[in-house]
């Protein structure tokens, strides 16, 4: 079909006149100069013919959030959904009831341009008709389309322009890397371990050969059983001990199953006794939990060519000193991995995980899944290649859980309008000012943060904050950052507040020594008091430029980039199996090459800015309300059963379900009383980059735990403290384990260092010879591994689900932009907290 030449051209703006439109069509370059015709309607109209509109595309149109799923240009879709419905039947999810109340503040006025050319021979009716819409709030936006959507510009919001040369920099070492970690799992196997039963007889001793050579002089010998730590050396006098003996073959005879007659004759002890504690009582041993003991011998090289060239056999040798036969599950590791090499492997690792985040290389989901197998493939180029049950047992399903949950709740409560409602009362609130309206938001985050987990605060408050800095025009990203730290900060007040919290809180032994609930709470409430203040004069010091806390870029500018950023990923979470996807799709592929090129025309013309926000209090109710006051109500009755069970999880006694359970039985309560039948478009919302970020961080932390980072950071923390005389060992154990926690918490993922360093506080509590009290080693762990999650952006998870919710509403902070607010938030933190603790436990002894 010929190219018509007649066109109409719709333009959505708040005045144009014949002249003006007359203008706007020669830049189009139509010759002859057109007639114009103006009239003024309120139309209903689409890119998209009715002919088009299938109902496989209109499930899909449903599925876009409604900000979306109402623009003028999908209006075809909405015609057809209301023609085969009837327009109050089958509502659309997320529909603002009060709309068409007839307020006038909703209406907008649309101008027609219909352009004939007199020496036309298109026939009537086939003339095309382009839309070009904008927001009321950008002000006077006249923008045109006609034809120009062959070639599809885009614009990446966020993401820096690189040259070609770093592309290809980047793509050639990322597939180097690929190369490596897939060549390492290609080429090993999984590593599986026998595991074989064995039991030490009383008074006697208990030999056992091992049945193939290792690989090198080093062996490892592992046993799950009622074992104690080292740390119980100096409480207990019961051992197991374990010995490697070299067991020379016959000359004549290679056979091993009569090497006892030849014990006296053949046997040499090569390496020394390794001494692990045990109960002393068969009663002790009945009620002691299952734990693995480690331990790798080194026989040497020449012992290793005499095994090896078949002249003599490896023996392991146990005795124990126990009135009874204790039992034991024994496995043989021939090729144990050097820990020393794989200390080095793994900050590599981390080090290229920082430096694809910091530098925004690649999105931090890819740079951590690609982190993570990276950390694979050592492990596996190490002979350590995990098994793929060990790599799932390694993902902490609860926080996932708890995520998932928490982002199934908010989706829907975002229907009910309550988060532009509160946003209005807070503004209400604080009279419209800046200052205390932040101060308000992080005041009511941090007490939030003190009694759910802080994960779930910044879950329900990261829209909030956002929609607020929306009506007010302030950039959203700073606020954000002041709430998560504050976040963090409450978080850190109570037992149930921050992950790190519950592992320290949850610990028997620390539970056997006083540290319940309450004392967990008065002890941190006095150092959470004054870091509270001490953070706020540091942010109001960071923001003491109000235009800080404003757009760098006129408003209507910033607007359209916004709005480009939220077209792009409603586009993109189509895909294009299907003609019906792909309708949808290159709709909304048009509306983001419209917006480019009136965010272009912008950059290049210059921009009016808006006038800013002037409107009346009243104003703001009637343009913020409730949408839906019955789905209101179902969501409260489904956050109180959730905030109640989370205040009960403290109590083990009076319900069993873990946060990630009571999380995940709140969604499927809200989802059962909403009666929703477009699920997709609930599922569709879920931060699900989030969520595999965080499952690709579980597993690189456990793959560096594997390769022995973190014990590695413990043992010079414990070195260190050992080093130091008698009188200044509590000092220096509260000022390593606060600083050392608090800095490694801000690189790693604190839930696994905070295992770690609790295993350090006990084990330095009980031992006789340092004679420290665990209680001010328990506060100094707290507040480390709590506050030093507020130095970067992955440290703590907090701050990675609010940039993920931030990114969701087309906000987007980088790892720098972060680390400049929280790195220095963090230290003066720590500072203050090392006040406290010197002057509370060192010169008072308040434990």
Known sequence: MSKPRGKNVVFKILKLNEEEAADELDRLNQPPRPSVTVQTFRPNYSIISLSQVTEASLEIWRTLPAAIRQDPSLASFRQEHERLHGPDEDPLPNEDVSADDGDDSHSKEFITIKVTNPDSSVEDGKTTTVVAEQSEKNGQNMTTDGEGDDGHETTMGGHHEHGKLFGYIKIGTLLVVWLIFTGFLMSKHEKELTPRQLSVPEGAYRTYILPEPSLGPRIGINFKGAFLSDQHHNNTSTYMSVILQLLYLPSNNSNTSFLSEYDAKYT????????????????????????????????????HQKVTSGKAVVRMRLTTNLEADFPTKFTYDPTPMDTETGVIYAAIVLLGLYVLIIWEIVHRTFAAIIASTLAIGVLAAMNERPSMPKLISWIDVETLLLLFGMMILVAILSETGIFDYLAVYAYQVTNGKVWPLIN???VFTAVMSSFLDNVTTVLLMTPVTIRLCEVMELNPVPVLMSMVIYSNVGGTLTPVGDPPNVIIASNSHIAKNGVNFATFTLHMAIPIFFVMITTYFQLRMKFKN????????????????????????????LSSYSKDEDLVRETLLKKVNRLSRSLKKKLVTGSVPAESYKATLEEMKRKYPIRSKTLLVKSAITLAFVITFFFLHSAPDIQKLSLGWTALLGALLLLILADREDIESVISRVEWSTLLFFAALFILMEALSELGLIDWIGK????????????????????IILWVSAFASAFVDNIPLTTMMVKIAIGLAENEALDLPLQPLVWALALGACLGGNGTLIGASANVVCAGVAEQHGYRFTFIEYFKVGFPVMVGSVIVSTIYLMFAHVVFTWH
Request: charged share 25%; hydrophobic share 45%; net charge negative.
């Open 546 to 573: 109000i235009n800080d806390l404003r757009f760098s870029e006129p408003q209507d500018v910033q607007e359209i980039r916004h709005e480009i950023a939220v077209w792009q990923r409603a586009a993109a979470s």
């Open 716 to 735: 010079q923390t414990e070195n260190v403290i050992l080093s130091v005389s008698e009188e200044s060992r509590l000092a220096v154990a509260i000022l």
């Open 268 to 303: 040499e002890n090569i390496t020394n006794v390794w001494l692990v504690p045990i109960p002393s009582s068969l009663d002790a041993i009945d009620q002691m939990d299952e734990m693995t003991r480690k331990h790798v011998f080194d026989i040497g090289p020449i012992n």
């Open 440 to 442: 308000c938001l992080c």
